[in-house]
């Protein structure tokens, strides 16, 4: 398949766009811990990453998923579970999906990005978990489309 024709629009500012995948199994979720990126290392990460050029953000999960931890994601499994417009080390959109299956056993793929896999329990995230991932997991239990994330707010 031909990769997709874009034209750029060079008058607008553009936001990195990420997809992160809440994996749940028997009422926990999958935290990775950071290492190697210069962005949270040591802290715990979903199993996450950039959406690349001509990719939806459906086959960027099922993709980074298989690159990080070896597992299959099938797309039509996948839940959208949010997006979070968030203020990281730049504004960034993050889209979150959820899933409760997958095949094969989720193992460190990519040790100079991660160092270990914890499964934790949502309700209660270890105090070293990356700040957005609380407010992100009640989004997706909630059906809360947008979430706005460490911007100062606008006053009414």
Known sequence: MAAPQYVFDTKHDRYPLAV????????????????????????????AGHVDLGETPTACAVREVAEELGITL??????????MFRNSQEPRV???????SWDGTPE?????????????????LPEDALEFIGPAWND?????????????????
């Open 94 to 100: 993050d889209i979150f999906f959820t899933t409760r």
């Open 140 to 156: 997706a239990q909630n059906g809360r489309v947008l979430r706005e994330f460490g911007f100062t707010p606008v006053p009414a």
């Open 74 to 83: 099938d797309p039509g499994e996948l839940r959208a579970g949010g997006t």
């Open 20 to 47: 992160h995948v809440f994996l749940v199994q028997q009422g926990k979720i999958l935290l990775m811990r950071r290492a190697g990126s210069g962005y949270a290392d040591g802290q715990l990460g979903l199993p």
């Open 108 to 124: 460190i793929r990519e040790p100079h990005k991660c160092i270990e896999l914890v499964w934790a329990d949502p309700e209660q």
